[in-house]
């Protein structure tokens, strides 16, 4: 198994948020895909709902959302990569968001076709 560093460097990745934690192999809808699964989880600085600053640990995890994006094919089959996106709440404006990521604002020439599903 390959570094999380090298393998998000292969695919163009620079978010030193994910990890990268297996691959497996899987069929869908006839297709064999090569799917990689990740985490991405952080502390946040402040809320991007209110602006304010995180201190004393008022944005806390709450719970996750897994996010599937294709990109172009990897030897001969098209890859996924399904990532677990924490969540979070903040106490002050009772507000939830989840953690982010530039991967999905990547433009379509550079490997990623687009968000398959999220769910």
């Known amino acids: 198994?390959?570094?999380n560093a090298s393998i998000t460097e292969i695919?163009?990745?620079?978010?030193?948020?994910?990890?990268i934690l297996g691959n497996e192999k899987e069929n869908i809808k006839g297709i064999e895909y090569t799917v990689l699964r990740g985490k991405l989880s952080?502390?946040?600085?402040c809320c991007p709902k209110c602006g304010i600053v995180n201190e004393n640990?008022?944005?806390?995890?709450n719970g996750s959302q897994t996010v599937r994006i294709l990109f172009n094919r990897v030897n001969t089959n098209p890859l996924i990569l399904m990532v677990k996106k924490q969540r979070f709440f903040f106490k002050h404006c009772e507000s939830t968001?989840?953690?982010?990521?530039?991967?999905?604002?990547?433009?379509?020439?550079?490997?990623?076709?687009?968000?398959?599903?999220?769910?």
């Open 57 to 61: 640990y008022d944005i806390t995890k």
């Open 97 to 119: 968001f989840m953690a982010k990521t530039p991967i999905k604002e990547y433009p379509t020439d550079t490997g990623v076709l687009g968000i398959l599903r999220q769910g």
């Open 42 to 45: 952080y502390r946040p600085s």
């Open 1 to 3: 198994m390959c570094s």
């Open 11 to 19: 695919l163009g990745i620079n978010d030193k948020n994910l990890v």
